[in-house]
C-alpha cells in the first residue's frame, strides 16, 4: 500500500544525531540494563536468568507475568485482554490493519501521532481530522465530534496524553466521546503511551479501556519507563477485539524478543520506583519550560498537564522547518518543527532530558530569537 511520509520520524532520523542540546526527544532519559536491575536489588541472578536463557520464540503471546503487569496498568481487564506488540507504534499498526477497511470512515484529531490518520488512509479509508486549536487547548471539541461521525464511523482516533501539546482529557471529556462513539458503535482508539506521566494528581489518568467495551488503549516501555531500546509495547482490549487482532499479529510479529519480554516485566514490576525518578525529572523541566514562555514575549503554548512535550507557537516570519534548521546549525539545539506535524508556525520542545541540558537549550533558542528580532523577521 501506498502511505504518506512519516513527518516526524524523518525528522527525527536525519537530524536528531547531530543535537548538542536534544528537545526533540519524547522518551523520559533513558536508563541502563544496570539501573534497571538496580531497581529489582538482584542483578546478579536477573543476568543468570538471561546468560541461561534459550533464545528461542518464546511465550508467542508474551509472558503471562508481562501480561499481567501490562493489564495491572488498568482498572479493569485481565491478561486476556492484552497483546504484546513491537513497540506502541506496532500496536497501533495492529489494531488499524485489525479493524479498518476500505471504504470505513475514521476520525482522527490533529496534531497527533501521523500514524493515526496516515495508516486508515492508506488502508483505504475516508479519513475526517477533528482539530486541536491552542484557543481550546488543544482538547477535542466535543460538539464538533459530534456532527462529524456518522453511522459509517467506524473507528475515533485520539491521543491521550497528547503528542505534541501535552493536553490531557479528563475522565468527562472521555466520557463524552464514549457517548458520541457508542451512538454509532464506533471504535475508540486512544494512544496512551505518555499515561503514566500527570502532571497533577495520580501518575496514570483514565484510559479509554476502562470507559467502554469498544475501546482499545495503546501503551509502551518507551516514553513513561524509558526503555525505548525494549521495543516493547501492547493493546488493551476486549476480548473480541484482541482475537481479531492477534489474526493480524501473526502475520507480521509472531513474538517479541524474550529478553526484552523479561526485562519489560522487571521494569513493570518496580514501575513506581521508574515512575517517581521520571515523574520528579519531567515536573522539575516543565517548569523551566513554562518560565521560559513567560519570559518571551512572542511565543504561547497551552501548558502541558501529562507527557514529555509542549507545542509552542510562535510569532516569528519564518517557516518552522527553516527556524529549526537554523537552530540546530547555528546552536547545536535539536527541535521539532511544526510543519513535521502539519502545523506550521509551532515548534515541539521535548524537555525529558537533564534539567541543565532542558536550561541551557532553551537559553539557546532565546538567543536566536533576538538575532531573528534583529534581522526583521
Known sequence: ????????????????????????????????VKELLD???????????IYEMQLTYGAIPGTDKLRKEVADLYKTGGISNVVIAHGGIGANHLVFSALVEPGDEVISVMPTYQQHYSIPEALGAAVKI???????DFLPDIGELKKMVSKNTK?????????????LMDKKCLEEIVAIARESDAYILSDE???????EGEAFGPSIFDLYDKGISTGSMSKVFSLAGLRIGWIMASEETVEEINIHRDYNTISCGKIDDFLAGIALEHKDKILNRNRNLILENAKIVDAWVKREPRISYTKPKAGTTAFIKYEYQIRSKDLALRLLRDTGVFVVPGEALEQEGYLRIGY?????????????ISEYFRILEEEGK
Open 1 to 32: 500500500m501506498k502511505i504518506k511520509p512519516f513527518g516526524v520520524e524523518e525528522w527525527m532520523n536525519e537530524y536528531e544525531n547531530d543535537a548538542v542540546y536534544n528537545l526533540g526527544e519524547t522518551c523520559v532519559k533513558s536508563i541502563t
Open 39 to 49: 531497581f529489582q536489588g538482584r542483578g546478579k541472578e536477573a543476568l543468570e536468568e
Open 130 to 136: 477533528l482539530p486541536l486549536t491552542l484557543e481550546n
Open 155 to 167: 473507528l475515533i482516533a485520539i491521543n491521550n496524553p497528547n503528542n505534541p501539546s501535552g493536553s
Open 193 to 199: 503511551v505518555y499515561r503514566g506521566l500527570s502532571h
Open 352 to 364: 525529558a532530558n537533564d534539567p541543565e541540558a532542558v536550561r541551557e537549550g532553551l537559553k539557546k
